[in-house]
């Protein structure tokens, strides 16, 4: 659900009455364990969709009817697509902080980046560049991988690990990636 979509009004108010709360974008460091799972994934969207704007973090807040904070990966604009990463059960009201595992942070930020930036944008991300498919976000103990359902292998296989997609890239896209990084900003030179 994105804060442009429907909110059901609480019990006994009438239409009208009730205004959701407006998200908001995250205080830096509020959030730090998903901040870095978003700088992490934030490098693959840069280096498979130069032009996309880096993602950022949207808070809900509670709307006093029983509804915890939420928190939402998001494009600048502060719209979004998808499940809250936190909490990550929309059942769970029990106010918890954000896990602490950085493989869970990263699976569930990468999931919802890729539902915010697949439905918001209406591409596939991230292609894996072997097979030209869709892949998944998919985690096995400490590893959390695009997962590419293409290949000989049964089932599929690792397309590349979250946030070392420009690995996979082409010689010329790779090459490029870096000069940009290397080239100055206007004012900084």
């Known amino acids: 659900m994105s804060h442009f979509s429907y909110h059901p009004l609480p019990h006994g108010v009438p239409p009208g009455v009730f205004h959701a709360p407006e998200p908001r974008r995250a205080e830096p460091g509020a959030w730090p364990g998903f901040e ?37 990966v998001a494009l600048p604009d502060g719209r979004w697509q998808g499940n809250a990463v936190h909490p990550p059960d929309p059942t769970d009201d029990s106010g918890a902080p954000e896990p602490t595992d950085p493989a869970d942070l990263l699976t569930l930020v990468a999931d919802a980046a890729q539902e915010t930036v697949m439905e918001m944008s209406w591409q596939v991300w991230p292609v894996c560049q072997a097979h030209k498919l869709g892949t998944h976000v998919r985690s096995d ?16 296989h690792h397309a590349s690990r979250v ?8 010689g010329k896209q790779r090459r490029a990636l870096r000069r940009a990084k290397r080239k100055p ?4 030179q």
């Open 36 to 72: 870095r799972a978003l700088e992490v994934v934030n490098r693959d969207l840069v280096a498979t969709l130069p032009g996309h704007p880096p993602l950022v973090l949207m808070v809900e807040p509670a709307d006093g009817a029983g509804t915890p904070e939420r928190v939402y």
């Open 185 to 188: 900003t206007r004012g900084h």
């Open 141 to 156: 103990a400490e590893t959390v991988t695009w997962w590419c359902p293409g290949g000989t292998e049964a089932g599929g």
């Open 163 to 170: 946030g070392e997609l420009s690995g996979t890239l082409p």
